[in-house]
């Protein structure tokens, strides 16, 4: 696998002080066609709905919601095809983040289709074709990538497929020999099955920093209990942070839950991305020196600000 890189251009699991450095990002970088219909599909025939296509890719997404919360550089590495490059570096530059995009010589970029029930909860199902996103491979890697930076994510759509698993393996390398911390989003309770929890849990050890959400926190640990869950994966990952949605969120950190945060109110009108919103922005809070309890607070502001957005981006800067 090879591709070409296009690199635009933009203007330790706790804080101790603000990083001085930029934010790395490594995950995909996906096309997504939302529909928002009301109640149940009509099997057989149609079923109005109104339909956007936007940028998307949970990766993608961290990066830009990062950029918009926080005042660290803020780097993506991803894959794309041809098709939509100029697009996408378009799209992510305007929302503040520097695309490094590998552009994959036969694979287009990958395609979402998110089906959201209008409904109060706004819940939403994908159905996803994952094309280039999940083909970045170590070739696409360089140690350049981390100079200057401070902080490392990894999307956790990374390790769903072979290549992207060498690849995670390579940054975590490259970022321990740098003494860069290293966060991971599971990113997809669905994948995590195919994939097997113990294969998970032993390619992300090292990681500094866990944000899984409830059910991929409940998944990996067998637990019912996401208070239970984040308390048992904390001492395998120094910081975890589940997601709770409208519940909220929850730091544990060497074996014990120590804080809950309520979720701030909101009226759903899209979920997607939601995760991303509150990933990106609890990055960004942790780079500006906050300890874990306040970003994740941060976080749950931007979560509450996306789920009343169409898409999974935030407002672009005016």
Known sequence: MSGTLSDGSASGPGASGARE?????????????????????????DTGAAIRTMPGGAGANVACWAA??????????GRVGADAVEWHERELIASGV??????????????VICLVDT????????????GASLRLEP???????????????????????????????????????????????PASAGFLVELGVDRFLALAEGVDVLLPSR??????????????????????????VAKQGADGALVARSGAVSAHVPAVPATPTDTTGAGDAFTGAFLASLLTGMEPEEAARAGCRAGALAVERVGGRPPQRG
Request: aromatic share 4%.
């Open 68 to 77: 918009y919360r926080g005042s660290a550089e803020v780097r993506l590495l």
């Open 215 to 240: 059910d991929e926190a409940c998944l990996l640990t067998g637990l019912p209990d996401a208070a239970d869950a984040a308390a048992k994966l904390s001492r395998q990952v120094p910081l975890v």
């Open 119 to 130: 409904g109060a909860a706004a819940e939403r199902t994908f159905l996803t074709d994952s």
């Open 98 to 111: 520097r695309p490094c995009l590998v552009v994959d010589p036969r694979a287009s970029t990958g395609t």
């Open 21 to 45: 450095g930029a934010l790395l990002v490594v995950g995909d970088v996906v096309t997504d066609v939302i529909a928002r219909h009301q109640g149940p599909l009509a099997s057989g025939t």
């Open 139 to 185: 070739g696409d890697w360089s140690d350049a990538l981390l100079d200057g930076v401070v902080w490392l994510h990894l999307s956790g759509y990374l390790l769903f497929s072979e290549s992207g698993r060498a690849l995670v393996a390579v940054a975590l390398a490259s970022a321990r020999a740098r003494g860069v911390p290293v966060s991971l989003d």
